[in-house]
């Protein structure tokens, strides 16, 4: 008997954690398994993962981006390095992968987390657009990614400020990849209403 066929468009995402102490083991690598757990929720879509945790060097996690985007991966996000320290270099090595900067992700990044912590001016998380992949630099600490991502809601669940997640299905669709469903509880995709799919049953 043939395999059920999903209604909703299969997926390939790459996430990246980039950090000299995760990538020695000098320390248990948080970001990898947020990210996962988070994109497992908000999405409808079956998803493939490729993971990679490196270190902060800006040539290899260059070439880890290029690497992905090449192995199909239509969304890669990346968790940590985008501080001012001297070895935060993700922003840098993003920027130079970039065939176009959408600068509005970085923008609504640093709103969000401005609502926790001063300190949210230094940071330095960059998006970008390579072949048909978007690229978003996410923050380092699990928390700070899920806020980023699902924005900031009040105790009954009422959006307050949009996290950036929102706006990357309609993103990943004016450049070419799978049509991306959110669940709603977690995070509600904007479209127009010219971009919305009419549901398919399974």
Partial sequence: MPEPVSSHDAVKIGIV??????????????????????LTRALHNPITFESRLIPD??????????????????????????????RDVTPEATLAVAHKEMPGFGEQMRQI?????????LSRQVAVVRDQSLIVNLPGQPKAIAETLEGLKDAEGKQLVPGIFAAVPYCIDLIGGPYLETRDEVCKAFRPKNAVRAPRNA
Avoid at 113 to 121: R, Y
């Fill in 17 to 38: 954690s980039i950090s000299d102490r995760a990538s020695t083991g000098v320390y248990e690598d948080k970001g990898l398994p947020a990210l996962q757990d988070w």
């Fill in 113 to 121: 987390s401005l609502k926790f912590v001063p300190t949210a001016i």
């Fill in 57 to 86: 060097e800006q040539d290899g996690i260059s070439a880890t981006l290029i690497e992905l985007v090449n192995a199909g991966c239509s969304l890669v996000l990346t968790t940590g390095g985008t501080g001012p320290a001297l």
